[in-house]
């Protein structure tokens, strides 16, 4: 059985829902400047959060959510990335936490989510500079000091193996780098990533012992497609990379030798005293999010640096993911796999000896809203009701330390890409690509079916 205080929850992030995106003394940030793609979506409204906050939370408290996942917008707390505070900005985040806590639902806190403030990476360059780090540092003093004695569970980075394995989708437009060009620079970035991390993790025991600070990332389940021995050594290789190149950084403390030993000549920039910090501060518990596993074969030379796993990462977004015979796919070309998330667990859990939590887990699909201003999403029911029986299994059976199941994302919002269309949650958000329309929230089929499942502790599927 699940713990009593399992945390049953929701993941977002400030871009694609918080709109606002010139108020109250906000700078703009790289997504503002983001070229659009046709019948796409811009940011600069979201789903209206930063308006509808306490009314999106009443929906959230009757959902039964115990915990809610939100990303910080580093430029509405510091408009230049460093500098003069906006105290607005900090007010706001003040307000939804104070909301959240009112309503029984534990704030938990993601300080990055991509998106840099556009001076930070038009000044120094972005994360591959020590500047951009340290004005990262003057952001954590700035919310463990105001907000550490209220919120408990911290992570510093969305899916922060992104920034070592695909930095084309953290940045802007870098232009065509040579492989030794994007190794080199990821290294930089995925370095700064993980001391900025480890500095979290030192403040917060200085500014609140009892507060506890993950590490996530993106978490694939990579599979041979055959008996080939090289297929088996490629799958093997890909998770190595893509998975646990910075599991064993937040964990244990240390780079990894395989990766040590394969960016001999291209290093990243070490300054004193940063292996110690990154040593001294491993991660209280492990985050991941779980959406798709994926098919490695034998045709390709495969290696753990990031320019050899950037193809890998850049088929998520496509959606041109190696087609696996014995599973379907949704709509955008991504497996459904929950006994991948068994695996997850089992393989996390097994290796690093920390509790475990499921930030991030979920199916987007086109939507409508039918005559009843409903939607009839037993799809989504089916999946979550898999997913959430592979949990209790990997809990019950293989013995996994599981704090809590967090679905992306408990209401529509925004993609990554920009799109409405793509939707996720328990509750629809009336707006499309272009036209805001009126922004009602209405609750789908499945918020019912979830609300028994929180209420239950997950018992009744």
Known sequence: MLKHDFLWGGSVSS??????????G?????????????????????????????????????????AYRFSISWSRILPQGEGAVNEPGLAFYERVIDELIANGIEPMICVYHFDLPLALYETYGGWQSKQT???????ID????????????????????????GIDLISPELGPLSDEEKDKLSLEIWHNTNVAGAYLRQQLRFGNPKALSGGMINYSAIYPEDSNPKAV????????????????????????NFITSAWKGIEPTILAGELELIQEYPVDFIGFSYYVSRVADSSRNQGVLPSQLSWFVERIITGEIEKNPYLESSEWGWTIDSTGLRLALKDIYYRYHLPVMIMESGIGV??????????DDEYRIEYFRAHIQTLKDAVNYDGVECLGFLTWAPIDILSSKGEMKKRYGFIYANREEKDLLDLRRYKKASFAWFRKVIDSNGEIL
């Open 15 to 24: 871009m694609q829902t918080e709109g606002a995106w010139d108020l109250d």
């Open 26 to 66: 906000r700078g703009p940030s790289i997504y503002d400047v983001r070229k659009i793609k046709a019948n796409y979506s811009d940011w600069k409204v979201g789903i209206d959060f930063y308006h509808t906050y306490k009314e999106d939370i009443q929906l959230f408290k009757h959902l039964g959510l115990k």
């Open 133 to 139: 780090l340290k004005a990262w540092k003057q952001l």
């Open 142 to 165: 700035i919310l463990v000091q105001r907000f550490s004695s209220k919120v408990k569970y911290w992570i510093p980075f969305n899916e922060q193996n992104v920034s070592y394995c």
């Open 233 to 256: 050594l490629n799958a093997s290789l890909l998770s190595d990379g893509v998975n646990h190149a910075s599991l064993e950084v937040m964990a244990r403390g240390q780079y990894p």
């Open 366 to 375: 086109k939507e409508h809203l039918n005559e009843e201003k409903t939607i």
